[in-house]
C-alpha cells in the first residue's frame, strides 16, 4: 500500500506540471492545486481506496464529509474545480479510462453578478467620448487626452482586455495592426483578442496623434505617462470614464472593469459560446466565465415579467 501511495504522489506532482503548463498557474495557485489534491488523495489513502481507482460514488461521500466540516462553499467549489480538472488529465494521459467527477456539481454559494451596462449605454459613453475629441480645440492638452479616452474605451469594449494588459502593451504592438493582436494575461498565458473595424480607426488616430507629441523617445507604451517611461495610471482612465458616465447621465462611476464586464455579457446575449469567450477574456478556467450565464438569465427573466402576455392578465381571487 505504501508503494502505491508513493507512486501516486510522484504522479501528482506530474499532473499538477502539465496543469502549470496549460494554464500557467502561478506559484501560489500551483501550491494551493497540490494542496487540494494531496488532502483528497491521503483521505482515500486512509480508507484504503487507491484514489485512481475511486467512483463517483466515492468522491460524493469524500465532499460529504467536507461539508461536514464546515468547508465554505466557495472553498468546495474550489476543490471540485481542482479535482475534475486533474482527473480529467489523468484520462488524457490515459492513467484512468472515465473522470468520476464529470457528473458532479459545483457547490451553491452566493454570486456576486458582474456589474455591466447596456448596449445603450455604452453606445452613449462612445458617442461622448468620440464628440469631446472631435470638439476639443486642435493641439491643445485636452485634445490629446479626449483621444486617449476615447482609444482606450474602444479598445477595452472592442476586445474585453483588462485594464492592466492594455496598458502594459508597447507601442511596437500597434504598428501595422491586424484583426488580432497576441497579448499576455494572468499568470503569464497568452491569448489572442481581436479588434473591430470602428476600434482599429481610432487605434490609427492615435498612433498619428502619438508622433506629434512631444514625448521622450525611451516610452515604449502605447499609452504613455506624460512627465516618466512608465504608461499612464489605471487611477487617470478609472477618473475619465467615471467623467464620461456623469456627462451621459449615469450617476455612478464606471470603472474599465465594467467594460470588460459589459463586452462578455454583450457577446454572450448576441449568442458567443462560452469556450470563445472563455478564451478571449483569459479565464484559465471555464467556471470564472459561466458567471455571465447568470447575467444573461437574470436579463430573460426580467424581459418575460416586463412583455409576456400573460404577465398583462389579472386574476380573481
Given amino acids: 500500500m505504501k508503494e502505491q501511495k508513493d507512486k501516486n504522489f510522484e504522479l501528482v506532482d506530474r499532473i499538477i506540471n502539465i496543469i502549470s503548463l496549460e494554464k500557467g498557474l502561478s506559484k501560489n495557485t500551483r501550491s494551493a492545486y497540490k494542496s487540494d489534491i494531496n488532502v483528497v488523495f491521503n483521505w ?17 461521500e469524500l465532499f460529504t464529509f467536507l461539508k461536514s466540516k464546515n468547508f465554505k462553499p466557495s472553498s468546495l467549489s474550489r476543490k471540485l474545480s481542482s479535482l475534475k480538472q486533474f482527473y480529467q488529465i489523468l484520462k488524457e494521459e490515459g492513467f484512468i479510462k472515465k473522470n468520476p467527477l464529470t457528473n458532479l456539481e459545483s457547490f451553491k454559494k452566493h454570486i456576486k453578478l458582474p456589474k455591466s451596462l447596456s448596449e445603450d449605454a455604452i453606445t452613449l459613453l462612445l458617442d461622448k ?3 469631446d475629441f472631435e470638439n476639443a480645440p486642435e493641439s491643445s492638452p485636452q485634445k490629446n487626452k479626449c483621444l486617449r479616452t476615447f482609444a482606450i474605451l474602444e479598445i477595452l469594449y472592442s476586445t474585453g482586455m483588462r485594464i492592466t494588459e492594455l496598458l502594459n502593451l508597447p507601442l511596437s504592438d500597434f504598428i501595422n ?46 499609452f504613455p505617462s506624460k512627465n516618466s517611461t512608465r504608461h499612464i495610471s489605471r487611477q487617470i482612465i478609472f477618473k475619465d470614464l467615471s467623467y464620461l458616465s456623469k456627462e451621459i447621465g449615469i450617476n455612478k462611476d464606471i470603472s474599465p472593469h465594467n467594460i470588460r464586464h459589459s463586452f ?28 455571465y450565464t447568470y447575467v444573461k438569465s437574470e436579463r430573460l427573466s426580467g424581459l418575460i415579467k416586463d412583455v409576456h402576455p400573460l404577465n398583462k392578465i389579472k386574476f380573481k381571487n
Fill in 129 to 131: 467620448a468620440r464628440y
Fill in 264 to 291: 462578455a455579457t454583450h457577446m454572450l446575449n448576441r449568442g458567443a459560446d462560452l469556450r470563445s469567450l472563455q478564451k478571449l477574456l483569459g479565464h484559465a478556467d471555464i467556471s470564472t466565465t459561466e458567471i
Fill in 44 to 60: 482515500f489513502n486512509d480508507l484504503k481506496i487507491n484514489a485512481l481507482e475511486a467512483t463517483e460514488q466515492n468522491f460524493r
Fill in 177 to 222: 495592426l491586424g484583426d488580432t493582436l497576441q497579448i499576455k494575461g494572468k499568470g503569464d498565458v497568452y491569448r489572442i483578442v481581436a479588434f473591430n473595424k470602428e476600434s482599429k480607426r481610432v487605434i490609427d488616430q492615435w498612433l498619428k496623434h502619438r508622433c506629434s507629441l512631444n514625448q521622450s523617445t525611451d516610452n515604449k507604451y502605447m
